[in-house]
């Protein structure tokens, strides 16, 4: 459970990496709503998944160590 969970976090990760990247490339040549968009599918996407993972792992660990 645990080891699927960090693989998982690790994909997210992986696919976030390049997106400030992209969105300052995008700031730079003033496509405003083309950031925008990028950055909220970012969050929906990699950030959102990203912290619900480590939150149930801590809630999985807990109720292990009961």
């Given amino acids: 459970m645990d080891f699927s969970t960090r693989i998982f976090e690790g994909i997210h990760?992986?696919?976030f990496i390049p997106s400030p990247i992209?969105?300052?490339?995008?700031?730079s040549r003033e496509e405003y709503k083309k950031a925008f968009l990028n950055m909220?599918?970012?969050?929906?996407?990699?950030?959102?998944p990203i912290m619900v993972q480590r939150y149930n792992r801590a809630?999985?660990?807990?109720?292990?160590?009961?």
């Fill in 40 to 48: 909220g599918l970012q969050i929906l996407f990699n950030v959102y």
């Fill in 22 to 27: 992209s969105i300052i490339d995008q700031i």
């Fill in 59 to 66: 809630r999985i660990y807990r109720v292990l160590g009961k």
């Fill in 13 to 15: 990760v992986l696919c």
